[in-house]
């Protein structure tokens, strides 16, 4: 595997469901990142981690639980979610330098709740 | 608040008909300024960071460009597969050492008709 991979690429729940997104990065990167597109809209951000710690959670509601067990691997749990939370959720990763700070995306999850 | 305008939501081109997109951003202070490929229900394809104006960069048939409030990206004699959304994206200075953030555009969805 190379890049930015996520799984599972498409998932349907109801609102009462628990599910989680899981994201893999192969490149060595220290920060990972949760965003969230929606149709004509722009990609909102969601959640920051660096070397393993969040360091930025914007106003996200507590539906949206993430988790970092290390550098390479994020997770996004789910629960009680709502209808209008149904988007495109993209992971990213990034090597922090002073120079340098690209951020690559995966495949992304397409999510729809009913 | 960061801001950041792309123009026009949509242009249609044929083969080999150069044009130009917009972005127009406001930022206290730039990092960097991001250019993405979007392809329908893909994630973001990276494809060029600018950091200071009168950079230009160039690929294949991309050129991007930055001054003070703007960036332009002109697309030379397009073919089919240039058929894409574009997105550019701003990132602040400060938090260097906590993860970036980016600030993205709504994007400029390209057609290019054979």
């Known amino acids: 595997e190379t890049g930015v991979t996520q799984t599972p690429r498409h998932l349907v729940m109801g609102m009462t469901n628990k599910k989680s997104l899981k994201c893999e990065q192969h490149l060595g990167h220290n920060a990972m990142y949760w965003y969230k597109q929606s149709a004509k809209k722009p990609l909102e951000l969601m959640f920051v981690y660096n070397f393993k710690e969040q360091t930025e959670n914007n106003s996200v509601p507590s539906r949206f639980s993430p988790e970092c067990p290390n550098s390479s691997h994020l997770f996004l749990h789910l629960h009680t979610l709502q209808p209008e939370d149904s988007a495109l959720y993209l992971c990213?990763?990034?090597?922090?330098?002073?120079?340098?700070?690209?951020?690559?995306f995966g495949p992304g999850t397409r999510l729809t709740v009913l | 608040e960061d801001q950041v305008t792309q123009s026009p939501e949509a242009l249609r081109l044929q083969e080999g008909e150069s044009s130009s997109l917009n972005c127009s951003y406001t930022?206290?202070?730039?990092?960097?300024l991001f250019w993405y490929r979007q392809d329908p229900g893909k994630g973001p394809e990276f494809l060029f960071t600018?950091?200071?104006a009168g950079e230009e960069k160039e690929k294949e048939r991309l050129k991007a460009t930055l001054t003070k409030k703007e960036s332009f990206l002109h697309i030379t004699a397009p073919k089919p597969e240039d058929s894409a959304t574009y997105l550019c994206a701003v990132q602040p200075l400060g938090g260097e050492t906590s993860g970036s953030r980016l600030t993205f555009g709504e994007g400029t969805q390209l057609t290019v008709n054979p």
């Open positions: 990213a990763s990034s090597q922090e330098t002073s120079f340098e700070d690209t951020q690559y």
């Open positions: 600018l950091y200071s």
């Open positions: 930022v206290s202070g730039l990092r960097g």
